[in-house]
């Protein structure tokens, strides 16, 4: 989830019955914790890791373990890590890779 969230950094998780587009989940996956970007809110959550170059993980809504309420960082102020402006951005660097063949 670099750049916003770095390893070592604590998420507070809490449920949530309503998943907003932006917002970040935690979810298990092959028996570990992954938190990931939700870039498209439907039936099924299209999600992506922020520095994400391409992959992206279809996550059915019943998996969804909560949603990151906060982030903690030693030496900071805790903040709330949804984030439509990267979420946009996001699909649309994803997109540009799947639809166009733009390599980085």
Same mark, same amino acid.
Request: aromatic share 6%; hydrophobic share 40%; net charge positive.
């Given at each position: 989830?670099? &750049?916003?969230?770095? !390893?070592?950094?604590?998420? /507070?998780?809490? &449920?949530?019955? $309503?998943?907003?587009?932006?917002?970040?989940?935690?979810?298990?996956?092959?028996?570990?914790?992954?938190?990931?970007?939700?870039? #498209? =809110?439907?039936?099924?959550?299209?999600?992506?890791?922020? =520095? +994400? %170059?391409?992959? $992206?993980?279809?996550? /059915?809504? %019943?998996?969804?373990?909560?949603?990151?309420? %906060?982030?903690?960082? &030693?030496? $900071? !102020? &805790?903040?709330? !890590?949804? +984030?439509? $402006?990267?979420?946009? =951005?996001?699909? =649309?660097?994803?997109?540009? #890779?799947?639809?166009?063949?733009? #390599?980085?």
């Amino acid at each position: 989830m670099r &750049p916003r969230i770095l !390893p070592g950094d604590r998420i /507070e998780v809490r &449920p949530r019955e $309503t998943i907003r587009l932006g917002d970040v989940i935690v979810f298990v996956r092959n028996e570990s914790l992954v938190a990931h970007r939700v870039i #498209k =809110a439907g039936g099924v959550l299209v999600t992506a890791g922020d =520095a +994400s %170059r391409g992959a $992206t993980e279809d996550v /059915e809504r %019943r998996d969804v373990l909560g949603v990151g309420d %906060r982030v903690f960082r &030693p030496g $900071t !102020p &805790p903040f709330r !890590p949804h +984030s439509l $402006t990267a979420a946009l =951005a996001l699909r =649309a660097r994803i997109g540009l #890779k799947y639809y166009f063949g733009i #390599k980085r």
